[in-house]
Nanobody, 123 residues
Framework: HVQLVESGGGSVQAGGSLRLSCSAS????????MGWFRQAPGKEREGVAA???????TYAVSVKGRFTISKDNAKNTLFLQMNNLNPDDTAIYYC??????????????????WGQGTQVTVS
């Protein structure tokens, strides 16, 4: 049973930066695929970035060049470095995971495991 716990959310001014972390436990396979999703008030949850077991990354167009997803395999921790934040980035950010590859790394229905979310507010 995989457990995912996010941290690092908060409030920041436009143009600022935040780094989110997701601590994972219970992962038993190096093919574990992980991603970051977000849900803004009144909007559907959307994929932000994903990284596969080999470290290959995928980004949403809206964050490419500003956000960087990475992971520390030794510590089973996923990161999302967010730079040049703007008010449109305000949302609850979720960490998600699945075993095996997927053709839709930013598709929320591809993921079986989810964290509880962390709030990011940009003003």
């Amino acid at each position: 049973h995989v457990q995912l716990v996010e941290s690092g959310g908060g409030s920041v001014q436009a143009g600022g930066s935040l780094r989110l972390s997701c601590s994972a436990s219970g992962i038993t396979d190096s093919t574990y695929y992980m991603g970051w999703f977000r849900q803004a008030p009144g909007k559907e949850r959307e994929g932000v970035a994903a990284i596969d077991g080999a470290g290959i990354t995928t980004y949403a167009v809206s964050v490419k060049g500003r956000f960087t997803i990475s992971k520390d395999n030794a510590k089973n921790t996923l990161f999302l470095q967010m730079n040049n934040l703007n008010p449109d980035d305000t949302a609850i950010y979720y960490c998600a995971g699945r075993y095996g590859d997927t053709l839709y790394p930013l598709g929320e229905f591809e993921y079986a495991d989810w964290g509880q979310g962390t709030q990011v507010t940009v003003s």
